[in-house]
């Protein structure tokens, strides 16, 4: 049976204390053969928007986020931005790094919440 681990990402760089354990959650899950999906909204979907993931250092002497992002790829974690952050910041799937899976909608979240054994909220 494969656990699966649904963590939303709410806030972007304005808290940048917060930036680092749902990456750190994803990789220690996806190392224990576990399905994690992430999905990014609002001010959080920006964290992963080009430029932004290249420059925002989640903490002092550490790796990008970009490069954060990349480790939780090579473990198999799915990540997505939400539509909502799209049609707020007036952006398209384009503007995001290619570590993005794709867009989804709300939908996609309740729907994967259901089926998921936990769910993080960040």
């Known amino acids: ?26 990789s220690l899950g996806a190392a224990l053969d576990t399905e994690v999906t992430m999905v990014y909204t609002m001010s959080g979907g920006l964290l992963l928007k ?6 925002i250092v989640p903490m002092a002497g550490k790796k990008t986020y970009l490069e954060s992002v990349q480790e939780v790829k090579e473990f ?13 910041y007036g952006l398209t799937k384009e503007d995001f790094i290619d570590e993005v899976d794709d867009v989804v909608g709300g939908m996609y979240f309740i729907t994967e919440a259901l089926e998921a054994d936990v769910t993080f909220t960040f």
Do not use: W
Request: glycine fraction near 6%; aromatic fraction near 6%; proline fraction near 9%.
């Open 1 to 26: 049976m494969v656990q699966k681990i649904l963590i939303m990402v709410t806030f972007g760089e304005q808290y940048p204390d917060r930036l680092e354990p749902p990456l750190h959650l994803a």
């Open 50 to 55: 080009k430029g932004n993931a290249e420059r």
């Open 76 to 88: 198999g974690v799915k990540i997505f931005v939400c539509s909502p952050t799209l049609e707020r």
